[in-house]
T-cell receptor, first 113, second 116 residues
């Protein structure tokens, strides 16, 4: 009964490809997030999203886009992958918007060759 | 521009002793602080939090102290156990300000090793 799950766990792909990472939460939370942990180990927010509002970190390239088919899912689409996109991507969710305790998925390790 | 800083990348303590992990922040709008614990190949898991209206919050072996004037918080683990060995992330947010201020800003983490 994983609270926040992500697929795939590992993703190896070539530069220029388009890929998606899926995230699902079964906690009934209203808000979901995507984070990127880079090679320097910083965990940085990419997107915050609920059914009313999407907040995008201004540093995130527009090649990255979140897509939410329903409240329990927030997928991450990445177009034209670049070497610098290699990182671990974490999905998270929280009961309400903004700063509440967030529950994280196990991460997706993306390697762009 | 690191708004949340964990200046010690690693800490090693003996089992049974106290572990003290430190965190400093720069943004005066932060009003909610959290500690997360992360094992290798897993996502961070919530450990303990504190609101800016408090200076201490305790949960079992874990206590978080907040010094707002110094913009400093610390996590105390007493007694430390080998299973506590993990990376500990400090995080902060300005949740009462709404919008992007409610996002969590993470420190770089401190790797704690508790030796038997």
């Amino acid at each position: 009964d994983t609270a926040v799950s992500q697929t795939p766990k590992y993703l190896v792909t070539q530069m220029g490809n388009d890929k998606s990472i899926k995230c699902e939460q079964n906690l009934g939370h209203d808000t979901m997030y995507w984070y990127k942990q880079d090679s320097k180990k910083f965990l940085k927010i990419m997107f915050s999203y609920n059914n009313k509002e999407l907040i995008i970190n201004e540093t995130v390239p527009n090649r990255f886009s979140p897509k939410s088919p329903d409240k329990a899912h927030l997928n991450l689409h990445i177009n034209s992958l670049e070497l610098g996109d290699s990182a671990v991507y974490f999905c998270a969710s929280s009961q309400v918007w903004g700063g509440e305790t967030q529950y994280f998925g196990p991460g997706t390790r993306l390697l762009v060759l | 521009d690191q708004q949340v800083k964990q200046n010690s990348p690693s800490l090693s303590v003996q089992e049974g002793r106290i572990s003290i992990l430190n965190c400093d922040y720069t943004n005066s709008m932060f009003d909610y602080f959290l500690w997360y614990k992360k094992y290798p190949a897993e996502g961070p898991t919530f450990l303990i939090s504190i609101s800016s209206i408090k200076d201490k919050n305790e949960d079992g072996r874990f206590t978080v102290f907040l010094n707002k004037s110094a913009k400093h918080l610390s996590l105390h683990i007493v007694p430390s156990q080998p299973g506590d060995s993990a990376v500990y992330f400090c995080a902060a947010s300005g949740r009462n300000y709404g919008g992007s201020q409610g996002n969590l800003i993470f420190g770089k983490g401190t790797k704690l090793s508790v030796k038997p």
